[in-house]
C-alpha cells in the first residue's frame, strides 16, 4: 500500500507560482511512474503531468512551458512547479502513483490540494 500526501496548494493571483509537493510512503517510490491530475469544478479530471522511472516527462498542452514536474528519489518526493498561473488553473490536484505501460495508470491517489488563482 502506497499513501500519499500532498502540499503546498493555496490562494495565489494570476501570473503567480506555487510548488506542490507529495511524500508517498512504501518502498516503490523509485519504481514507480508518478502524476499529477487536476480536477475542478463542473469539469472532467485532467492528467496534468508525468514523470516515469527513467526521468521521462509528459505534460498536458494547458500546462506546457509553465509547469514542471520533477522528483527526489532519495526524499519519495515528487514535485509540480507551477508559473504563470492562470484562473482557469483553479482546481484540486492529486498527486499519483502507478505505472506506465501505452499511457498512465494510477494505482493510488493522494487527498487532493486545492489551488486558486484569482484575476
Known amino acids: 500500500q502506497v499513501q500519499l500526501v500532498e502540499s503546498g496548494g493555496g490562494l495565489v493571483q494570476a501570473g503567480g507560482s506555487l510548488r506542490l509537493s507529495c511524500v508517498a510512503s512504501?518502498?516503490?517510490?523509485?519504481?514507480?511512474?508518478m502524476g499529477w491530475y487536476r480536477q475542478a469544478p463542473g469539469k472532467q479530471r485532467e492528467l496534468v503531468a508525468t514523470?516515469?522511472?527513467?526521468?521521462?516527462?509528459n505534460y498536458a498542452d494547458s500546462v506546457k512551458g509553465r509547469f514542471t514536474i520533477s522528483r527526489d528519489n532519495a526524499k519519495n518526493t515528487v514535485y509540480l512547479q507551477m508559473n504563470s498561473l492562470k484562473p482557469e488553473d483553479t482546481a484540486v490536484y492529486y498527486c499519483?502513483?502507478?505505472?506506465?505501460?501505452?499511457?498512465?495508470?494510477?494505482?493510488?491517489w493522494g487527498q487532493g490540494t486545492q489551488v486558486t488563482v484569482s484575476s
Open positions: 499519483t502513483s502507478g505505472k506506465y505501460e501505452l499511457g498512465y495508470s494510477p494505482h493510488y
Open positions: 512504501g518502498n516503490i517510490f523509485s519504481i514507480s511512474t
Open positions: 514523470i516515469r522511472s527513467d526521468f521521462m516527462l
